[in-house]
């Protein structure tokens, strides 16, 4: 869990290789208050809804996370628009007045520039649309006009990547940075987060330059060329604030000038980048997944539209990757395993609880192959296979009340339990339950016809619905609705008439006294009694025993 320091006094009172300076940058999601959020759908459902997503595209990172987004909204039947920035606010500016016509469900936002996007925000929210912020930091006051922030923790990242790097470069010797995308949050976080931890954990490494590229290849490859000439034998590490291609820019550069001594840490989401770190090329790198990123922020839409808690800041796991931890990286990915959800249906619809077994057994098998996972994406699994669940109940025309119970009670024990395989085998359970209800239809009758025999015998006892759901497997509202269908009364109507019934035996035949009888026909309160006794027989137990004959 991120650790939330005090906010100082006056952050841009410190200096800017001092990361109490950025304080506002990093922290301002947990601590800025709200304006006009919308209020959760009353109906938790996820499915069916319409999103816009706004994003600066033309970045291979950008394009995982449109698909991480859209793997999620498949998944739950949601439509998604989706609208181009170009790396141009004025352009940002028109896809917002073009989500605002379409009147979506919920708007998720990647900010094109940190310290230009406020207005954008404030708009959408005006229009009373949802909204969640993504993948890049926007300045302070966009927090408040937006349900959650989603996205890789880039300040916290660098700073581990920095505490690596300083122990590579043995704590001594000077380094260059290519920076990111001026105006956007990583070309803070990537240079400041940096050189702000580097200058307390290692003082004695010396930032010699930084500058950005544009994360253009051929630029950097100019750059860091001009930097090896330049301080020659004094530069011993570069840090990239881009992925695969600027690595390959870098090394291309290095290996070509006999400098493959230098240490060479970056941002890494390709898997070629992987293979870098695996092969000894790249050092070091601060791992971050763009499908799992787009994944997270339509995750927290579903959530939101589940009715579930949704943290105003939700990030990305932190992984520093490094040649000793790679390869088991490699092969225990962050992706999660596809979901076979028409298998379940299936085997649901088949009523087959072997096979629906055999699906739980496989997915749990799979899930063990999965390390590195934050809970709210097996949360998404969880929703999913609730949904299958909800179509079954639907294909046989029941209510989902019948044998769990409402909406609030099954989302308390769905995400109350410990664990998320907690959470799972309750599925698995309820699966089964579905199977064997719906199984055992033709039974349903007699098992009415035993409940109402059950309750004809022991109606004097402390008996009620809810214990008597436990005792025949159904939900207290089905068996209700069961329990009337076959007496014509509902079940309270049905237990008083019985106890009035013999109530009114014992006041004509024993001189027993009304707290006695009270008791004798299953009423610990001799007060609610009366006011049964009374609401039936329109007049009170002594006043019935008056007028007795003789």
């Known amino acids: 869990m991120k650790v939330i320091p005090p906010r ?20 301002a999601g947990y601590y800025m208050p709200k304006e006009n959020i919308p209020a959760p759908p009353a109906k938790w459902d996820p499915h069916n809804r319409h999103i816009a997503c706004i994003h600066p595209g033309n970045h291979p990172y950008l394009e995982s996370f449109c698909e991480g987004i859209q793997k999620i909204a498949d998944n739950n039947q949601i439509k998604v628009t989706y609208y181009t920035t170009s790396w141009d606010i004025q352009i940002q500016a028109a896809c917002v ?18 310290n230009a996007c406020v207005e954008h925000y404030r708009l959408i929210n005006e229009a009373g649309i949802p909204l969640i912020c993504s993948n890049l930091l926007p300045e302070s006051d966009v927090f408040r006009y937006i349900i959650s922030w ?14 690596t790097f300083g122990e590579l470069m043995q704590g001594s010797g000077g380094y260059c940075i290519v920076r990111h995308i001026p105006g956007t949050s990583s070309y803070l976080a990537r240079t400041w987060g940096f050189i702000a931890e580097l200058k307390r954990t290692a003082p004695d490494i010396k930032l010699l330059d930084a500058q950005t590229t544009y994360l253009e290849p051929l630029m950097t490859e100019k750059l860091v060329e001009s930097w090896l000439d330049e301080y020659g034998e004094n530069i011993k590490g570069i840090v990239s604030s881009g992925d695969q291609p600027l690595q390959m820019a870098i090394s291309n550069v290095v290996k070509r000038k006999n400098r493959e001594d230098i240490i060479r840490v970056c941002v890494a989401s390709a898997g070629e980048t992987l293979e870098l770190i695996r092969k000894g090329t790249l050092h070091a790198a601060a791992y971050q997944n763009g499908t799992m990123d787009g994944a997270l922020a339509m995750q927290t839409a579903v959530d939101w539209f589940s009715g579930l808690k949704v943290e105003p800041v939700r990030n990305l796991p932190r992984f520093i990757l490094n040649r000793n931890n790679v390869q088991d990286f490699i092969e225990k990915r962050d992706t999660l395993p596809e979901l076979n959800d028409a298998e379940l249906f299936s085997a649901l619809k088949a009523l087959d609880p072997v096979r629906t077994e055999e699906f739980f057994e496989a997915l749990f098998a799979s899930l063990q192959q999965v390390r590195f996972v934050k809970e709210e994406f097996l949360r998404g699994y969880i929703i999913q296979i609730f949904s299958i669940i909800m179509q079954v109940v639907n294909l046989y025309g029941l209510s989902i009340n019948d044998f769990l119970g409402d909406y609030e009670d099954i989302y308390k024990q769905l995400f109350d339990q410990p664990t998320i395989e907690d959470s799972l085998y309750w599925l698995l359970n309820t699966c089964l339950k579905l199977v064997g209800f719906v199984s055992s239809g033709s039974n349903l009758q007699a098992t009415i016809n035993l409940l109402v025999d059950f309750v004809d015998t022991h109606f004097h006892e402390p008996i009620s619905l809810k214990t008597l759901s436990y005792e025949y497997e159904l939900s207290p509202a089905y068996l209700g609705q069961q329990f009337k269908k076959k007496t014509g009364k509902s079940f309270t109507d049905y237990i008083n008439g019985l106890r009035i019934s013999r109530a009114k035996e014992l006041l004509r035949e024993t001189s027993l006294k009304e707290k006695s009888i009270a008791l004798e026909v299953g009423y610990s309160d001799h007060n609610y009694f009366y006011r049964v006794f009374k609401k039936y027989e329109k007049i009170s137990p002594s006043q019935f025993r008056k007028q007795l004959p003789g």
Do not use: C
């Open 8 to 27: 100082p006094d006056n952050p841009l009172s410190f200096p800017e290789d001092d990361i109490r300076h950025w304080y506002d940058y990093e922290y």
């Open 97 to 114: 007045d073009k989500a605002i016509a379409l009147k979506p469900d919920l708007v998720i936002m990647v900010p094109e520039n940190t």
């Open 150 to 163: 989603t996205g890789p923790d880039d300040w916290g990242q660098y700073r581990s990547l920095s505490r």
